[in-house]
């Protein structure tokens, strides 16, 4: 089956810290790769994404690159900041039919401090 | 920007109880889904919805949970007969047809407490 593993939580971090959020994956199939992110109090909201091999989803100055041969998507930032305080998900969904639902890791909660 | 809106934000009701969890999604997309959260544990999948019928649904969606699109805008997610382990945070989801990868809409969710 399908599932995501992602680094527990919570991170707690300085402002302008480097950031990594590891996130490994398995599926049957080819999957697409996603980091969702859920501010406080508001839904979840799509940060990147990656749809094959090598390629890299950026954002908001985040990062990840789609390592198939880690099946591995850890999403990473050079300098953090408070605004960046929020829960990660770490999502994967194969493409194989076109109603497929997302496969969601458990969240990592990052906190950034002043 | 469009969005996808959830009503209630949050609904407290008793064991046994019948709950209607509300979702407007985009009004151009195509297909929608309930995911689930209880509290410190993972967001997962309940069910998807296309073409007015049920496409894909997981083993937690048994026959006490069932959705509905009445009106073209609105899609629910009603819980007949709530037990406790219901209680969780309740997302709603929608997007268009236009691409497999497609990006998926969430809304801000549903925050259900069964006492």
């Known amino acids: 089956g399908n599932s995501v593993t992602q680094m527990e939580g919570p991170v707690t971090l300085s402002e302008e810290a480097f950031l990594t959020i590891n996130c490994t994956y398995t599926a049957t199939g080819y999957p697409s790769l996603f980091w969702y992110v859920q501010y406080p109090g508001e839904g979840l909201q799509l940060l990147l994404k990656?749809?094959?091999?090598?390629d890299k989803g950026s954002n908001k100055g985040f990062e990840a690159t789609y390592r198939k041969e880690t099946t591995s998507f850890h999403l990473e930032k050079g300098s953090v900041q408070v605004s960046d305080s929020a829960v990660y998900f770490c999502?994967?969904?194969?493409?194989?039919?076109?109603?497929?639902?997302?496969?969601f890791g458990s969240g990592t909660q990052l906190t950034v401090l002043p | 920007e469009p969005e996808v809106t959830q009503t209630p934000s949050h609904q407290v009701t008793q064991m046994g109880q019948e709950v209607i969890l509300r979702c407007v999604p985009i009004?151009?997309?195509?297909?929608f889904y309930w995911y689930r959260q209880i509290l410190g544990q993972k967001v997962e999948f309940l069910v998807s919805?296309?073409?007015?019928?049920?496409?894909?649904k997981s083993e937690i969606f048994d026959d006490q949970f069932s959705v509905e699109r009445p009106d073209g805008s609105n899609f629910t997610l009603k819980i007949r007969s709530t037990k406790l382990e219901d209680s969780a945070m309740y997302f709603c989801a929608s997007r268009d047809g236009l691409a497999v990868a497609g990006e998926l809409f969430f809304g801000e969710g549903s925050r259900l407490t069964v006492l």
């Open positions: 009004s151009n997309h195509l297909y």
């Open positions: 919805f296309y073409n007015n019928e049920i496409s894909e």
């Open positions: 990656a749809t094959k091999a090598d």
């Open positions: 999502a994967l969904r194969v493409s194989s039919g076109s109603a497929r639902q997302l496969t």
